[in-house]
């Protein structure tokens, strides 16, 4: 009984409740300057990886982001009621959309030297990842909840992808060059095709009929909720909608690439970075 008491108030402090954030309040505000501050350090301070050292980086970063998800899946699949431990996993929080694919993709970079595939990898990490982290950044509503370790796993496993991703571009491990996006871009396709297998796998299941679930939020089984693109699949049909959503989301990687393009041929418009960044020493 005292074991499983142990166990039952371990889950409810993982549980520990906060005032939802709000967007741009303090707690938003909070991480978005703790990411700012950790990519100017690693900018400064790993200017010049070498292939070891960005392979380790990338497994920290993965073996973070893991953990926390391994977090994130206790934490919505197991309540204490003060007498039993009550089992009920969330299918909507199956690990695998687009925010999450990050920290595979970088834990298989980590294993991989430096070939195509590991290059492959890394441009995705430097455009897709990138992408996907400054779009929770810039409007997390969705994503903020009254759990306060939720919200922190949510806040740093996104800020990570920012950082490491731009990272990636500044210390030119990934050449800021047009043809960079046609390396990410497959590893991307990849993930849309596994999404699509879950998402029929789950509808041939039966699992549709009792439990959301839900990949990439492509889904024809399920109604359509990620915003802007719910617009499209509602008057768009399936093939087409599909295919406007693997162009969108790769031309929004490729600007993320055109930024740094930018920056890489005006080094001026990087002193300011630079600067902030000697302050950090």
């Known amino acids: 009984m005292k074991k499983l008491h142990f166990w039952g108030e371990l889950l409810n402090l993982l549980d520990t409740q906060m005032t939802e954030p709000t967007i741009y309040g303090w707690f938003h505000l909070l991480f978005i300057s703790i990411t700012i501050a950790a990519t100017i350090v690693m900018c400064q301070y790993f200017k010049n990886p070498s292939e070891k050292t960005t392979r380790k980086i990338l497994f920290v970063f993965a073996a973070i982001s893991i953990v926390l998800e391994v977090y994130k899946q206790i934490n919505y699949t197991f ?3 003060g007498n039993k431990i009550i089992t009920d996993y969330q299918w909507y929080a199956f ?3 687009f925010c999450s694919t990050p920290m595979y993709v970088a834990l298989l970079a980590s294993f991989v030297k430096q070939t195509k595939l590991h290059n492959a990898l890394c441009a995705y990490l430097a455009t897709f990842s990138v992408f996907a982290g400054l779009c929770v950044y810039t409007y997390p509503e969705q ?3 009254g759990t306060i370790g939720i919200n922190i796993q949510t806040m740093v496993c996104h800020g990570a992808m920012i950082v490491v991703g731009i990272w990636l571009l500044y210390c030119n491990y990934i050449k800021s060059e047009h043809k960079t996006i046609l390396y990410a871009t497959p590893v991307f396709a990849v993930m849309i095709i596994l999404a699509m297998i879950m998402n029929e796998v789950a509808n041939q299941s039966g699992l549709l009929t009792r439990e959301s679930f839900n990949m ?3 889904s024809p ?3 359509p909720s990620l915003p802007v693109y719910s617009i499209v699949q509602k008057v768009v049909p399936y093939p087409f ?3 406007i959503y693997l162009l969108a989301f790769s031309i929004a990687a490729y600007i993320i690439l055109l930024i740094s ?6 080094p001026d418009k990087n002193k ?3 600067k902030e960044a000697v302050l950090t020493k």
């Open 79 to 81: 309540t204490y009621d």
């Open 95 to 97: 690990p695998f959309q």
């Open 143 to 145: 994503v903020f909840i």
């Open 216 to 218: 990439f939020y492509i």
């Open 221 to 223: 089984y399920c109604e």
């Open 241 to 243: 909608c599909l295919l």
């Open 261 to 266: 393009i930018f920056l890489k041929k005006h």
């Open 272 to 274: 300011v970075l630079e």
